[in-house]
């Protein structure tokens, strides 16, 4: 069995920073994509940012060059700083990721718990 635990989160001005951390925990013989989406109320989960076991990242056009997306793969840690945080950012983060449970080549998708990300105006 595999485990995302998130930590981070919570409340911060329009304008403000916040980070979140992620780890894996379990039987893992490796990570694939990892990455965080967010849900606001009312709204469809959105996959925010996502990063490939060789470090290449992508973005959802709101967050382009406000979030960044890292992870350490010694750690099986995945990592989010916010910055320049707004309003519209308010949402459950959760952490998603690939695992790769066996030798076998497949891998199966796990998320956190969620964490919330409350932006003040």
């Known amino acids: 069995q595999v485990q995302l635990v998130e930590s981070g989160g919570g409340l911060v001005q329009a304008g403000g920073s916040l980070g979140l951390s992620c780890a894996a925990s379990?039987?893992?013989?490796?990570?694939?994509?990892m990455g965080w989406y967010r849900q606001a109320p009312g709204k469809q989960r959105e996959l925010v940012a996502y990063?490939?076991?060789?470090?290449?990242?992508d973005y959802i056009d709101a967050v382009q060059g406000r979030f960044t997306i890292s992870r350490d793969n010694a750690k099986n840690t995945v990592s989010l700083q916010m910055n320049s945080l707004k309003p519209e950012d308010t949402a459950v983060y959760s952490c998603?990721?690939?695992?790769?449970?066996?030798?076998?080549?497949?891998?199966?998708?796990?998320w956190g718990q969620g964490t919330q990300v409350t932006v003040s105006s």
């Open positions: 990063i490939e076991s060789d470090g290449t990242a």
């Open positions: 379990g039987t893992i013989f490796g990570l694939n994509l």
């Open positions: 998603y990721a690939q695992v790769q449970t066996t030798l076998a080549p497949r891998v199966y998708e796990y």
